[in-house]
């Protein structure tokens, strides 16, 4: 396995780690306070190429590996996560599957501006009754003609209420169980597509999430993903792939967590010297070190696989997993090396911790991604 990052890459995780210390960590208060991303720190990241990141260069995207993908969202994973989430639902569930499963003239219509940021992506799965249960989906699309009638419900849509191109699941042969959901384009303008109130949220201020209905909304035959009927496994193929991106948010919050209780534990003073000298936080420093040493590993050997076409249901379950749960173990001692400034909301470290909580619940609980590594060794070992 070789995670050698090329020069290109290298200097543009230089260049983003500037832009974030420069330019977003400095509104990230009021990202938090206004629960919006200032629209200058928006114009900027897509000029930077951000919202083009797994989208090929002959699409108008950067085109970069997912090793060098984890890259960038490891130095995106440093600052507001609210604003990391933005960019990492419209690159990660949002556009690859047009990236991975779209035909040309779909690639050719969306890609480009989707990849300039004109137009953000979402990913649109889970319903009131389908969570967990991603099979047991309620919003139908009956054939009609040239086009695909939509009706149902679509709830927690991350970038929902800035999107304008949808991946979409539906049932199209209620008689076939997961076999019978196909995967669809759709926009925002389609007939019939209504979006609902913003979802107000524990975290991730400045990401927002919304109901989308769909009530006879009117979806062209030529805007169907993939082949009829594998929407189910193009779901889980979009999943898995947007898994490592996330524990590679994940870990970047971790070292940032890491780096400022370590700069607290020298300059906090009690009982006449700096509390790094007391042996329990020298203890949770190293169980933090630990811990983001644990997750880059796997982290990037993942990405590393997924680069080179590798099954990767199982290990992309793991590093989901294991990267939540890093994060609030992490966020958790940060808190309490901290202390009281660790649970003030001027603190940045507060903001972590009730950002860390949703990691383990969005993109697939953490009992979920269990259950999937239990049946990939079932799988492997019966």
């Known amino acids: 396995m070789d995670f050698h990052l090329s020069d290109d890459i290298t200097l543009l995780k230089q260049s983003i780690r500037e832009f974030i210390d420069g330019e977003v960590d400095p509104v990230a208060m009021e990202i938090e306070e206004q629960d919006e991303i200032p629209e200058r720190i928006m114009r900027m990241s897509k000029e930077m190429g951000l919202f083009g990141l797994s989208i090929p260069e002959e699409y108008d995207g950067i085109g970069i590996g997912m090793v060098g993908k984890c890259a960038v969202y490891e130095e995106l994973g440093r600052t507001h996560n609210g604003y990391t989430t933005v960019i990492?639902?419209?690159?990660?569930?949002?556009?690859?599957?047009?990236?991975?499963?779209?035909?040309?003239?779909?690639?050719?219509?969306?890609?480009?501006?989707?990849?300039?940021?004109?137009?953000?992506?979402?990913?649109?799965?889970?319903?009131?009754?389908?969570?967990?249960?991603?099979?047991?989906?309620?919003?139908?699309?009956?054939?009609?003609?040239?086009?695909?009638?939509?009706?149902?419900?679509?709830?927690?849509?991350?970038?929902?209420?800035i999107a304008d191109v949808f991946t979409v699941m539906a049932v199209t042969d209620p008689s076939a169980g997961a076999k019978g959901i196909t995967s669809f384009i759709v926009e925002k303008d389609f007939p019939g597509f209504q979006l609902g109130k913003n979802e107000k949220k524990m975290g991730l201020k400045g990401s927002h999430s919304a109901e989308i209905f769909f009530e006879d909304c009117e979806v062209p035959v030529e805007n169907v993903l993939g082949k009829e009927g594998q929407?189910?496994?193009?779901?889980?193929?979009?999943?898995?792939?947007?898994?490592?991106?996330?524990?590679?948010?994940?870990?970047?919050?971790?070292?940032?967590?890491?780096?400022?209780?370590?700069?607290?534990?020298?300059?906090?003073?009690?009982?006449?010297?700096?509390?790094?000298?007391?042996?329990?936080i020298q203890h949770y420093l190293a169980e933090m070190a630990l811990d983001v040493e644990t997750l880059r590993s796997m982290t990037y050997r993942v990405a590393w696989m997924v680069d080179q076409q590798m099954k990767v249901i199982k290990e992309a379950a793991m590093?989901?997993?294991?990267?939540?749960?890093?994060?609030?173990?992490?966020?958790?001692?940060?808190?309490?090396?901290?202390?009281?400034?660790?649970?003030?909301?001027?603190?940045?470290?507060?903001?972590?911790?009730?950002?860390?909580?949703?990691?383990?619940?969005?993109?697939?609980?953490?009992?979920?991604?269990?259950?999937?590594?239990?049946?990939?060794?079932?799988?492997?070992?019966?």
């Open 88 to 161: 990492g639902a419209h690159t990660g569930i949002g556009s690859v599957g047009i990236v991975e499963m779209g035909n040309e003239a779909q690639k050719r219509k969306y890609l480009p501006a989707m990849a300039k940021g004109e137009m953000i992506g979402a990913f649109a799965l889970t319903e009131p009754s389908a969570g967990s249960h991603a099979t047991n989906l309620r919003t139908t699309a009956v054939r009609k003609g040239d086009k695909f009638i939509l009706n149902g419900t679509k709830h927690y849509i991350t970038n929902a209420p």
């Open 231 to 280: 929407g189910y496994v193009n779901a889980l193929k979009i999943l898995a792939n947007g898994r490592a991106g996330l524990a590679a948010r994940n870990l970047g919050s971790c070292a940032k967590l890491l780096e400022m209780s370590v700069d607290h534990a020298h300059t906090r003073i009690q009982f006449d010297k700096p509390i790094f000298e007391q042996q329990i």
């Open 319 to 382: 590093v989901k997993l294991l990267g939540s749960e890093i994060y609030n173990r992490v966020a958790d001692k940060a808190v309490q090396i901290h202390g009281g400034i660790g649970y003030i909301s001027e603190f940045p470290v507060e903001r972590y911790y009730r950002d860390a909580r949703i990691t383990k619940i969005y993109e697939g609980t953490s009992e979920i991604q269990k259950n999937i590594i239990a049946s990939q060794l079932h799988q492997e070992y019966k």
